[in-house]
Structure formats: structure tokens, C-alpha cells
């Protein structure tokens, strides 16, 4: 029986809007060979596009992130079946280095800036893998300083002794020094004061929009995040169960009450409903 006459169906369908820079297709995540963690998860994102990726904590969000960014191997994860394609050329034997080359880079969730290093040297880690001159890697540094200027007041600051915020904001800037042509942004939210979100959503909106940097967003802030995206995915254990529009994904019930906290008239908000009882409804 379908969640609701809103709801999208459990294979995901992709946005229309333009072609896809990304196209996740039926993948299957095992880790430890033994551990299936994604179950046929289709997920796509238009050049330009920034497209949110919803979720409990333990969904998956992470996993499909590290299955784009051939992160999973580290782990003793593998995709086992379906295709991910970027740019147009098929990635899952591909290294994370080359991925990186390609223009496809992750934000990994919780930042993991290098705390001995400065706030610059931070940033020129990320342009290992270029080949261009110092010319053009000085000038995009100053690009990243232009979105951040809290960046470049630390500069010579360890980014260890910085505040939460900032090293978001340094792991941001690190990604962008590879010159990607998309983002993969893992939780950008976790820890950080509503103010310092707020900030940080709209730096990522003007490097979407001024750099043409597509955006893949995992997030468990469904409030924010459907905001900023044009399209989202939501995942519950390893699948997704709907897919849409942003505005109509904020204007659905099950998403009010499932990810919101409101209920719709004549429904009780999540709070009050018992963990299975949701599941039982949800996954029905």
C-alpha cells in the first residue's frame, strides 16, 4: 500500500529540470560482504542543481555519499549492483583521486580539517590534485576568501583552534580549491549555532548560483535544507520512500509530521507517536 497519493514511488525518480551531472541508478551498498546497508537507491542531480538527500540519522545519507565518492573501500563497503554515473562516464571503479580530478569531491560530515595546519594550508591541501601554475591556485584562493572572509581573517590561525563554524566553512573552502564541478555536502549543519547555518546555506546558494557548482545535500535538518534544494530524496533505512519537488516536499503532511514536527489537522505531530508505529506507517 503507497505511503500516500503525494508520495513518490520507492524507485526514484529523477529531476527533470535539466540533464544530470550525477545519476545514481538502483545501487546496492554491502559492507563487510554481509551488511546490507542500501537497498536500490536511484537518485539524480541536474547540472547546476542543488538537490537535498533527507534522512533520520542512520538512514544512509552518508553511505550513498561515500558510494558517489568511492569513499566505501576505506570502510569495507562496496557497491554490489545498479550504476553511478558522473558526468556523463560511469565512476564506481574509479579512485576517490581520480573522482576528484573528474571534479566530484565530498564534505565529509563532522569537517575533518587538519588541526596542526593553518587556515590557508587547510585550503591548499585542496588543490593537490591540479596541475595549473601558482597564478591560478593564488587566485582561487582569494575566490574562496571572497565567500568567506571570516577565512581569511584566520588565515594563520591552526584550524584546530578555531571555532565549529569555521572549520565548516574551511572544509567548504578546501572543496572548492579543486575547482569541482559538483559538491558533495555531508550534514554541513551538525553542531553549529541556527545563526551560523543560516550563513553557511547562503555562501552555498551563491556557489551554486555564481560558480555553477552542483550540490548533492545530505542533511537531517529537512527544514533548511528543503529551503535551498530545488529537488529531494528522503531515505529511511537504505531506501528512498518519496522523492520530489522541494516546495511539495515541504507542503506534504508525511513530511510535516515525519521531519517537521507539525501536524497536519486531525494528525498528532511525531513526538507524540511511538518510533514503530511511524515505522509501520512509513514503510507501508
Given at each position: ?181 559538483m559538491v558533495l555536502l555531508d550534514e554541513p549543519s551538525m553542531g553549529l549555532a541556527p545563526q551560523l547555518v543560516e550563513e553557511i546555506f547562503e555562501i552555498v546558494k551563491s556557489l551554486n548560483r555564481n560558480e555553477g ?72
Amino acid at each position: 500500500m503507497a505511503l500516500s497519493s503525494e508520495s513518490a514511488s520507492a524507485v526514484a525518480t529523477a529531476p527533470e529540470a535539466s540533464a544530470p551531472i550525477l545519476d545514481v541508478s538502483n545501487i546496492e551498498v554491502i559492507y563487510d560482504h554481509v551488511i546490507l546497508v542500501l537497498k536500490g537507491v536511484s537518485l539524480a542531480v541536474p547540472e547546476g542543481g542543488i538537490v537535498a538527500l533527507l534522512g533520520a540519522n542512520g538512514a544512509g545519507k552518508t553511505t550513498t555519499l561515500k558510494a558517489i565518492s568511492n569513499l566505501l573501500r576505506a570502510e569495507r563497503g562496496e557497491v554490489t549492483k545498479g550504476s553511478i554515473r558522473f558526468d556523463g562516464e560511469r565512476v564506481e571503479a574509479m579512485s576517490p583521486n581520480a573522482l576528484v580530478t573528474r571534479g566530484c569531491i565530498q564534505v565529509m560530515e563532522g569537517r575533518h580539517c587538519f588541526g596542526h595546519l593553518t587556515i590557508e594550508e587547510n585550503l591548499l591541501t585542496g588543490a593537490y590534485t591540479r596541475s595549473e601554475g601558482w597564478g591560478a591556485i593564488r587566485a582561487d584562493l582569494e575566490m574562496v576568501y571572497s565567500y568567506f572572509p571570516r577565512l581569511k581573517e584566520r588565515r594563520s590561525s591552526m584550524a584546530g583552534y578555531t571555532s565549529g563554524g569555521e572549520q565548516q566553512m574551511c572544509a567548504i573552502g578546501r572543496a572548492l580549491m579543486s575547482r569541482p564541478k559538483m559538491v558533495l555536502l555531508d550534514e554541513p549543519s551538525m553542531g553549529l549555532a541556527p545563526q551560523l547555518v543560516e550563513e553557511i546555506f547562503e555562501i552555498v546558494k551563491s556557489l551554486n548560483r555564481n560558480e555553477g557548482v552542483s550540490i548533492l545535500l545530505a542533511e537531517q535538518n529537512t527544514n533548511i535544507a528543503l529551503r535551498y534544494a530545488t529537488y529531494g530524496y528522503i531515505l529511511e533505512s537504505g531506501r528512498i520512500v518519496m522523492d520530489g519537488d522541494a516546495k511539495a516536499l515541504r507542503e506534504n503532511e508525511d513530511v510535516k509530521e515525519f521531519y517537521l514536527g507539525v501536524g497536519g489537522e486531525g494528525r498528532r505531530s511525531f513526538r507524540n507517536v511511538k518510533h514503530y508505529k511511524r515505522r509501520k506507517r512509513w514503510l507501508s
